[in-house]
């Protein structure tokens, strides 16, 4: 570069991108890669594809006055922020979490290994590495399409912030109609995040006879009655199975107490089944 990144910043006019992040001291680990994101990621991006934009990290800031006051600002006016969530940076979430409740567009980057937290994990975010230039491509192509995507007109922010501020609206003008569809849509998260709700195969381990099926994919009729198999087979135990299926394999579950020769004549029934490839015994 000829010009220094201060100077390429002070000659844009237009609007302004703010980074934040965790930045550290000079010669760290830490400032290392938050200077390969800025210079080496955000800087050429923006320089390429949205020269429109004024780009500052908080280091980078030289208008007099108290920083801390002045990144409050930018976290306010900035027509856009990229939080750098790297080593979960205890400063950098504070800073998130403000323009999260503003509702302004928002664009999350993190280095590979960092482990998100489970409020923010389910936003998209872009990861980077500084080990490879090839990666730094990577993330420079990803960057421009999420800032495109973010500098939209009418683009809606979606963030764990907007979300609650969701959820109390509803709670508070919802029709009747409108709470028992929450409710149950709230009684169905709860379900798939209770640890005591297990996935198809934990529950065959917490049965006793059962019976794991391979079918093809492209022969298996999908409205086959596995159960209907099941019970014509063994009616005074099979009235009582469990089927559940994950992709390409039908577990059946069986009372603990069903006997072993008919588990046999169950598993020979089921392979004559149009699409089913084979029949185990799991226990």
């Not at 999420?146 to 709670?171: D, H, M, S, Y």
């Not at 929450?182 to 934990?202: H, K």
């Not at 992709?247 to 579950?253: H, L, M």
């Amino acid at each position: 570069m000829t010009k220094t990144v201060q100077n390429e910043e002070k000659d844009k006019p237009g609007r302004a991108c703010f980074v934040v992040g965790p930045i550290g001291q000079s010669g760290s680990e830490t400032r290392r890669r938050a200077d390969w994101l800025f210079k080496g990621v955000i800087i050429p991006t923006f320089t390429k594809h949205f020269e429109d934009f004024k780009v500052t990290r908080a280091d980078t800031i030289s208008s007099p006055g108290m920083i801390d006051v002045q990144l409050i600002d930018m976290l306010f006016e900035a027509d856009l922020v990229i939080v750098d969530m790297s080593e979960t940076n205890a400063n950098a979430f504070y800073e998130m979490g403000i323009r999260h409740a503003l509702s302004k567009p928002v664009v999350h980057m993190y280095a590979r290994d960092t482990k998100i937290p489970f409020d923010v994990a389910p936003h998209r975010a872009i990861e980077f590495s500084i080990d490879q230039f090839d990666e730094l491509e990577l993330a420079s192509a990803a960057l421009k399409s999420a800032v495109t995507e973010a500098i939209k007109p009418g683009f809606t922010v979606v963030n764990p912030v907007t979300r609650a501020l969701g959820v109390k609206k509803l709670e508070t003008t919802a029709t009747p109609e409108m709470q028992l569809l929450w409710d149950e849509i709230a009684e169905l998260r709860r379900l798939v995040s209770d640890q005591n709700v297990l996935s198809p195969s934990r529950r065959l381990r917490v049965a006793s006879k059962n019976l794991e099926v391979r079918i093809n994919p492209l022969v298996y009729r999908p409205e086959t009655d596995i159960r209907t198999v099941v019970a014509a087979t063994s009616p005074t135990h099979g009235v009582w199975c469990q089927v559940y299926q994950e992709d390409t394999s039908i577990f059946i579950a069986l009372p603990s107490d069903t006997p072993d020769d008919e588990i046999k004549v169950v598993a020979d029934a089921l392979r004559q089944v149009v699409g089913i490839v084979n029949v185990w015994a799991r226990y």
